[in-house]
């Protein structure tokens, strides 16, 4: 085990670029190592991730890592009065490009790389910054598209049948129809639509996504878990094929190599800071080509 390094965690609010004020953690040390800015899934909390940005600050050399929430998420909450309505485009957009203006300002010039789980990679295409960084981890990215999934008709039915009416309806979608943190009607309704679609957000003119992907050029690791009824290999590639002029790495994680089932979100638990995160790191912070045996690449 590596000797800890002292660190500050400082919790922070900033800016996005319309004014919206976002919910951050900050964690800063005295290490050499690159600024990690790590992007949460949809209706994800940023707590889920504190362990992991910890471990990298603290344990791996980090100079800091930063996790934030996305308007309407967890910490983020819509302000009183505030007018517009938020969009699921926003949270790439506006969020993820106004967290890598902050991370950015800790050590401006600094090494930065990114950490994206499942909406967090596909934003990466999306926020204008993408060739900021000298390297991107995602875990469980995928297309969410209903059809792809593990369980098509359970997800189609949460979404469409169930989370849909309640946006019209009350403006918002809780948290216990099983998809996540509360979320603002308008984000909800959007993320709904391109979920209907094949091609996902790429079938959203107003998006522009394929040329966008198109202007990546940021070495990609991607790690897919195979117990994750998102994240299919179907559904993987749905959105990996898109960063086409991106070097890209496509692995495939199985519970019975991480020791434990893991799902969507199980990557970032402690219990896999050895199995999965220290290799997943390796490639990070040391630029090595490829991970440990213990992830199985897709060929």
């Known amino acids: 085990m590596q000797n800890r390094i002292a660190f500050v965690r400082e919790e922070i609010t900033f800016a996005a670029s319309d004014s919206f004020p976002l919910a951050g953690t900050l964690f800063r040390g005295d290490g050499d190592g690159p600024l ?19 471990h990298l600050v603290a344990e791996r050399g980090f100079r800091a890592a930063l ?48 950490v994206g789980q ?7 295409g999306l926020c204008g910054r993408a060739n900021r960084f000298d390297r991107y981890l995602m875990v469980a990215v995928m297309s969410g598209h209903w059809a792809y999934t593990a369980e098509p008709y359970k997800v189609f039915a949460s979404m469409n049948l169930v989370g849909v009416p309640l946006a019209l309806l009350t403006g918002r979608v809780p948290g216990w129809i099983g998809l996540g943190q509360t979320l603002p009607g308008t984000v909800f309704r959007q993320w709904a639509r391109w979920g209907r679609s094949p091609d996902y957000f790429f079938a959203d003119a107003k998006m522009d996504a394929a040329r966008r992907f ?4 940021t070495p990609i690791l991607s790690i897919g878990v195979e117990d994750d009824v998102w994240g299919t ?18 692995m495939r994680v199985s519970p019975a190599a991480a020791g434990q089932p893991i ?37």
């Open 36 to 54: 990690a800015l790590i992007s949460s899934a949809a209706a994800v909390p940023r707590g889920i991730y504190a362990r992991f940005a910890e």
């Open 67 to 114: 996790t934030y929430d996305y308007r309407g998420v967890a910490g983020s909450r819509i302000p009183r009065g505030w007018k517009a309505r938020p969009s699921m485009a926003d949270w790439a957009e506006k969020d993820m490009a106004a967290a890598v203006d902050r991370l950015e300002s800790v050590a401006p010039g600094h090494a930065m790389v990114g």
């Open 118 to 124: 499942s909406f967090g990679g596909q934003g990466l």
């Open 214 to 217: 198109a202007e990546v050029r």
């Open 233 to 250: 290999p179907k559904a993987q590639e749905a959105i990996l094929k898109a960063y086409v002029n991106a070097p890209v790495e496509r």
């Open 263 to 299: 799902g969507h979100l199980g990557f970032f638990r402690p219990a896999f800071r050895e199995t999965l995160w220290r290799p997943a790191i390796d490639w990070l912070a040391d630029n090595r080509p490829s991970v440990a045996p213990k992830l199985s690449q897709v060929r």
